[in-house]
Structures are given as structure tokens and as C-alpha cells.
């Protein structure tokens, strides 16, 4: 069975860069074909993708978060990971981490999600 687990970042500073890891189980991240993505919903707000890393190790960003966005991976431990600098109030949401393995925005595993909340 897939599993996908967020890590818990607690409380994030404005400027700070706010790193968050994601843990698979029950397939490899280097399966073919699979996307890893990371998308969020800010409060009040609708789900809003952040972007992927392939089973190949390419990544794709929207265009609003790409400055500030970089999706890693390591296979060893399969996970896959987001940074995002320079957060802001704005980023205040909840994360999810997902699989899409069409690359058309399919989700079909989802971790349960992490609160990430940036203040001061």
C-alpha cells in the first residue's frame, strides 16, 4: 500500500526558508512513471500546486512560487523534499505532499498534510 508522510516543521519565522520532507512507502519514488508534488491550501483558499519532481529527478514549478521553490530528493531514504525561501505570512497553509503517476495532475495517494504557519 502507498503511503506518503509529511514531516512537521512547527513554527516558521518570516525570511526563514521553510523545508519540509516527505516519506513514501510502499513504492519507489523512482518508479516510472510517478511525479512527486507538493500543493498547499491556504486558509479560506483553494488547493494551490507548488510543483514536482519526476520518478527521473526533473522538477516542475508554478510559475507564481518558482523563485522561491526547489523540490529535492533522496532516494536512499525515498523521500522527496521542498524548500521555500524567503516564507511570508502568505505562506501559511497546509501542505500536502501527493503522488500523480499520469504527469496530468492526477493525485491518487495524498498524505494526511501539515500545518505550516509563518509568523513572528
Known amino acids: 500500500q502507498v503511503q506518503l508522510q509529511e514531516s512537521v516543521p512547527g513554527l516558521v519565522e518570516p525570511s526563514q526558508t521553510l523545508s519540509l520532507t516527505c516519506t513514501v512507502s510502499?513504492?519507489?519514488?523512482?518508479?516510472?512513471?510517478?511525479?512527486w508534488n507538493w500543493i498547499r491550501q491556504p486558509p479560506g483558499k483553494e488547493l494551490e500546486f507548488i510543483g514536482f519532481?519526476?520518478?527521473?529527478?526533473?522538477?516542475y514549478y508554478a510559475s507564481s512560487l518558482k523563485n522561491r521553490s526547489s523540490i529535492s530528493r533522496d532516494t536512499s531514504k525515498n523521500q522527496f523534499i521542498l524548500q521555500l525561501s524567503s516564507v511570508t505570512p502568505e505562506d501559511t497553509a497546509l501542505y500536502y505532499c501527493?503522488?500523480?503517476?499520469?504527469?496530468?495532475?492526477?493525485?491518487?495517494?495524498w498524505g494526511q498534510g501539515t500545518q505550516v504557519t509563518v509568523s513572528s
Open positions: 510502499g513504492v519507489s519514488i523512482t518508479t516510472k512513471p510517478s511525479f
Open positions: 501527493a503522488r500523480d503517476w499520469t504527469g496530468n495532475y492526477n493525485y491518487d495517494y
Open positions: 519532481i519526476s520518478f527521473s529527478g526533473n522538477t
